[in-house]
T-cell receptor
Framework: EPEVTQTPSHQVTQMGQEVILRCVPI?????FYWYRQILGQKVEFLVS????????KSEIFDDQFSVERPDGSNFTLKIRSTKLEDSAMYFC???????????FGDGTRLSIL | TQLLEQSPQFLSIQEGENLTVYCNSS?????LQWYRQEPGEGPVLLVT?????EVKKLKRLTFQFGDARKDSSLHITAAQTGDTGLYLC??????????FGAGTTVTVRA
């Protein structure tokens, strides 16, 4: 069964450094999403992306965050200058159409030191 | 911000018993999805409900969407130890973003 894949599974970065999290959505899906889950808290929406532009973003998704679809298969989340509070699991998801069910990857655990 | 309240937070039952998990909101959903999440993994989709009053069955799991599309429930019949896990409900409103509940940790004892 097709799945969303994310790399790396674990990223350790010094505070203030840039980090790029990578995702390969399911191939025929057109909508892409990033969510995060801070340890012990709910899964939170960050951003949705369709047709090479952001559809919606949450208040968490400030100027330090950006997303990109650099080619036909990858979808990336960049954090420009990481803070300690960015430590979390980051999940990528995709859906065939906007109102279709979202399928999640296994996440990248981001640890900021 | 649309809030989804999930209850109970923890549920521990004996194998063979039934259980129900609830998901409630004051807002109307366009759709609601139930996921199961294992430690260190991403949420795995179990079912999507979109129509008020809809009931979907997945083997021993029964999912119900409230008539007003503000609430949902997950019922497991004759629970097995393999049903142990974290169950999440997630509601979609405008622009398809999902708002998640806090989850229900289900433990089925042998």
């Amino acid at each position: 069964e097709p799945e969303v894949t994310q790399t790396p599974s674990h990223q350790v970065t010094q505070m203030g450094q840039e980090v790029i999290l990578r995702c390969v959505p399911i191939s025929n899906h057109l909508y892409f999403y990033w969510y995060r889950q801070i340890l012990g808290q709910k899964v939170e929406f960050l951003v949705s992306f369709y047709n090479n532009e952001i559809s919606e973003k949450s208040e968490i998704f400030d100027d330090q965050f950006s997303v990109e679809r650099p080619d036909g298969s990858n979808f990336t989340l960049k954090i420009r200058s990481t803070k300690l509070e960015d430590s979390a699991m980051y999940f990528c998801a995709s859906s065939e159409l906007g109102h279709q069910p979202q399928h999640f990857g296994d996440g990248t655990r981001l640890s900021i030191l | 911000t649309q809030l989804l309240e999930q209850s109970p937070q923890f549920l521990s039952i004996q194998e063979g018993e039934n259980l129900t998990v609830y998901c409630n909101s004051s807002s109307v959903f366009s759709s609601l999805q139930w996921y199961r999440q294992e430690p260190g993994e991403g949420p795995v989709l179990l079912v999507t409900v979109v129509t008020g009053g809809e009931v979907k069955k997945l083997k021993r799991l029964t999912f119900q969407f409230g008539d007003a599309r503000k609430d949902s429930s997950l019922h497991i019949t004759a629970a097995q130890t393999g049903d142990t896990g974290l169950y999440l409900c997630a509601g979609a409103w405008w622009y398809y973003k999902l708002s998640f509940g806090a989850g229900t940790t289900v433990t089925v004892r042998a």
